[in-house]
Nanobody, 120 residues
Framework: QAQLVESGGGLVQPGGSLRLSCAAS????????MSWYRQAPGKERELVAV????????NYADAVKGRFTISRDNAKNTVDLQMNSLKPEDTAVYYC?????????????WGQGTQVTVSS
């Protein structure tokens, strides 16, 4: 029932910008911690950014601090990742993730991933 649907990926030149969006459904979105992960070819999946409840502050991987911004809209059940000053090393599949609790057990949901390519 729970679902995360990502959009916004694509091809962009170095120095350019993209905005990724993740639409959530099937769970109480406002109580879940939302994150963006990415996985580059030949590398492990890494945490990019995380944002908690309504009043929480976001956190970022060192590699993207100052360039990426995570935000959420609990009224729309969406979480976005604004990516500026993109570099070739940002090329990866980006995944939306939700973590929380459901009926007393841990819940961990993933989106399908969206490709971001920074080239040319």
């Amino acid at each position: 029932q729970a679902q995360l649907v990502e959009s916004g990926g694509g091809l962009v030149q170095p120095g350019g910008s993209l905005r990724l969006s993740c639409a959530a459904s099937g769970f109480i979105f406002s109580t879940y911690t939302m994150s963006w992960y990415r996985q580059a070819p030949g590398k492990e999946r890494e945490l990019v950014a995380v944002i908690g409840s309504i009043a929480s502050s976001p956190n970022y991987a060192d590699a993207v601090k100052g360039r990426f911004t995570i935000s959420r809209d609990n009224a729309k059940n969406t979480v976005d990742l604004q990516m500026n000053s993109l570099k070739p090393e940002d090329t990866a599949v980006y995944y939306c993730n939700a973590r929380g609790w459901r009926i007393g057990v841990r819940a961990d949901y993933w989106g399908q991933g969206t490709q971001v390519t920074v080239s040319s």
